[in-house]
C-alpha cells in the first residue's frame, strides 16, 4: 500500500507561519518526486511546490516563491511544506502527491494523493 497523510492544517493568521506534513507509508520518498498541491474552493488543483527524487531540486511556483519552502526528512520518511507569511488567497486544501521520475509532470501524472489538510489563512 503507497499511502501520503498530510497533516498540519487548521487556521492561521497572515503573516504568521504554518508547517505542513506529508508523511509516506509502503514506499519510500527518496526514490519519488514529491509534489504540493493546493485545491482553492471552485478551483483546479495546482501544484505549487515540488522536490525532485534524484538530486533534491526544488520548484515554486512564482506565487509562494521565497514564502514556501519545501524540504525532506529521509529518517522520518516526510516532506513539509513551511508556509512563511501566508495570504488569504493562500486558503484552500492542500495535498502531497508523488510522480516516479520528474517534478515537471502535469497534475494529472502525479499519483499516491493523500486526503489534504485545511488550510484557512484569516484575521
Known amino acids: 500500500q503507497l499511502q501520503l497523510v498530510e497533516s498540519g492544517g487548521g487556521l492561521v493568521q497572515p503573516g504568521g507561519s504554518l508547517r505542513l506534513s506529508c508523511a509516506a507509508s509502503?514506499?519510500?520518498?527518496?526514490?519519488?518526486?514529491i509534489g504540493w498541491f493546493r485545491q482553492a474552493p471552485g478551483k483546479e488543483r495546482e501544484k505549487i511546490s515540488c522536490?525532485?527524487?534524484?538530486?533534491?531540486?526544488?520548484y515554486y511556483t512564482d506565487p509562494v516563491k521565497g514564502r514556501f519552502t519545501i524540504s525532506r526528512d529521509a529518517a522520518k520518511n516526510t516532506v513539509y511544506l513551511q508556509m512563511n507569511s501566508p495570504k488569504p488567497e493562500n486558503t484552500a486544501v492542500y495535498y502531497c502527491?508523488?510522480?516516479?521520475?520528474?517534478?515537471?509532470?502535469?497534475?494529472?501524472?502525479?499519483?499516491?494523493w493523500g486526503q489534504g489538510t485545511q488550510v484557512t489563512v484569516s484575521s
Open positions: 502527491a508523488t510522480h516516479a521520475s520528474s517534478c515537471t509532470r502535469t497534475v494529472r501524472r502525479f499519483a499516491s
Open positions: 509502503g514506499f519510500t520518498l527518496d526514490y519519488y518526486a
Open positions: 522536490m525532485n527524487n534524484n538530486d533534491g531540486s526544488t
